[in-house]
């Protein structure tokens, strides 16, 4: 899958999403996880731009070849602290 195709399909979702390669970095984000998580995040480790433990375990889950996983995610929507659920497959 191109990144061009993956970065119009993440900028088709209302809420934040990004898209995490195989070596770890993050191939393509939406406006939304910008906005959380700040800008420039594409071609960053994704550790570098989450830094939450329970975030960071459940996608190295996921890139090991293990299940899709499940978690929580603190983050600001503007000057109020926001808790997403975080999904990754």
């Given at each position: 899958?191109?990144?061009?195709?993956?970065?119009?399909?993440?900028?088709?979702?209302?809420?934040?999403?990004?898209?995490?390669?195989?070596?770890?970095?993050?191939?393509?984000?939406?406006?939304?996880?910008?906005?959380?998580?700040?800008?420039?995040?594409v071609g960053r480790h994704y550790v570098t731009a989450l830094r939450q433990p329970a975030a960071l375990?459940?996608?190295?889950?996921?890139?090991?070849?293990?299940?899709?996983?499940?978690?929580?995610?603190?983050?600001?929507?503007?000057?109020?602290?926001?808790?997403?659920?975080?999904?990754?497959?």
């Amino acid at each position: 899958m191109s990144a061009a195709l993956v970065s119009r399909m993440l900028a088709a979702m209302p809420l934040p999403a990004l898209f995490v390669g195989d070596e770890a970095r993050i191939v393509a984000a939406n406006d939304a996880a910008g906005h959380i998580l700040g800008h420039g995040l594409v071609g960053r480790h994704y550790v570098t731009a989450l830094r939450q433990p329970a975030a960071l375990e459940a996608i190295e889950q996921v890139l090991a070849g293990k299940s899709a996983a499940r978690t929580r995610f603190l983050g600001r929507d503007g000057g109020e602290e926001t808790i997403y659920d975080l999904r990754c497959a």
